[in-house]
């Protein structure tokens, strides 16, 4: 799917306030997603990135600002956030598997749950998924049984297995050894092709690997956002070039 100009999310004057107003997470923050396009967040920790991505589908609430996707304010009190969250799949860190459920049982249990689809379709949809990613034979095991790089690419599956317009990712490779990391940003490449991608990551060769646009956070204030290559080649604000050159963070 190429980058269309259609707005897909649109964040407009989001704060995010913890504390009272004793910390601000994020400050004013604007930032338009454009369906089909792959945006990468980057910024030391505590830049507020985590915070963006949560909030793209309420998992974090925010304090003051409004976040359209597909037109509809999702901090609007009145929309059932619930329906839109099935439109975004969310990607964790550390994978958020249930243990107790085998990796087919994992992928199923949502649609099940929301009955998006009968129970052979949601069945046939799981197997697949995981040939998708690679891993129809771990179809019956549980996951404490696979190495890292596979649950998180079972945990990329049963993201899709929402049918989602949008993936939102936080840190995907950062627990993850060189190899499995390749493996993940592979597949992450192969749904640039079909769906609207948001990642965070520490990763800036991953953020150019994957990337069409970039955004750079520092202390809740989001500094510049761009083209992958300009951002990294010739930023704009003197920020911005000293955390991509190492300078700090």
Same mark, same amino acid.
Request: proline letters at 4%; hydrophobic letters at 40%; glycine letters at 6%.
């Given at each position: ?12 004057? &989001? ?12 400050? #004013?923050?604007? &930032? ?6 792959? @945006? ?12 963006? %991505? ?17 037109? =509809? #304010? %999702?901090? #609007?009190?009145? @929309? ?5 969250? +099935?439109?975004?799949?969310? @990607?964790?860190?550390?994978?958020? &598997?249930?243990?107790?459920?085998? @990796? ?13 689809? #009968? ?7 799981? /197997?697949?998924? !995981?040939? $998708? ?16 790089? *596979? *649950? *998180?690419?079972?945990?990329?599956? $049963? ?37 609207? =991608? =948001? ?18 956070? %520092?202390?809740?204030? !989001? =500094? ?5 290559? +300009? ?7 003197? $920020?911005?070039? /000293?955390?991509?050159?190492? $300078?700090?963070?």
């Amino acid at each position: 799917m190429a980058t269309s100009s259609k707005v897909l999310i649109s964040v407009q004057h &989001l704060v995010k306030e913890y504390n009272h107003g004793a910390v601000h997470a994020l400050n #004013d923050c604007n &930032l338009d997603i454009h369906k089909g396009e792959v @945006v990468a967040i980057i910024g030391p920790s505590g830049s507020g990135k985590s915070t963006l %991505l949560r909030s793209l589908n309420m998992l974090e609430e925010p304090t003051s600002g409004a976040i359209f996707f597909d037109g =509809v #304010d %999702l901090a #609007d009190k009145s @929309v059932d956030i619930n329906l839109h969250r +099935q439109k975004m799949g969310m @990607v964790f860190q550390h994978f958020n &598997l249930f243990p107790h459920l085998t @990796v087919k049982k994992n992928l199923e249990l949502a649609p099940s749950l929301l009955k998006l689809k #009968d129970i052979e379709a949601i069945s046939a949809r799981a /197997d697949e998924l !995981l040939a $998708r990613v690679g891993l129809a034979d771990k179809a019956n095991a549980y996951p404490k049984s696979l190495s890292g790089g *596979q *649950q *998180q690419r079972i945990a990329i599956a $049963r993201a899709l297995a929402m049918d989602p317009d949008v993936i939102l990712f936080d840190e995907p490779t950062s627990a993850l050894d060189p190899g499995s990391t390749m493996k993940v940003e592979e597949l992450m490449n192969e749904l640039k092709k079909n769906y609207t =991608v =948001v990642i965070v990551t520490h990763n800036m060769q991953q953020a150019l690997r994957i990337s069409d646009r970039t955004a750079f956070f %520092l202390l809740g204030e !989001l =500094v510049e956002v761009g083209p992958t290559n +300009q951002i990294f080649s010739t930023p704009r604000d003197k $920020r911005t070039e /000293d955390y991509i050159s190492g $300078r700090f963070g």
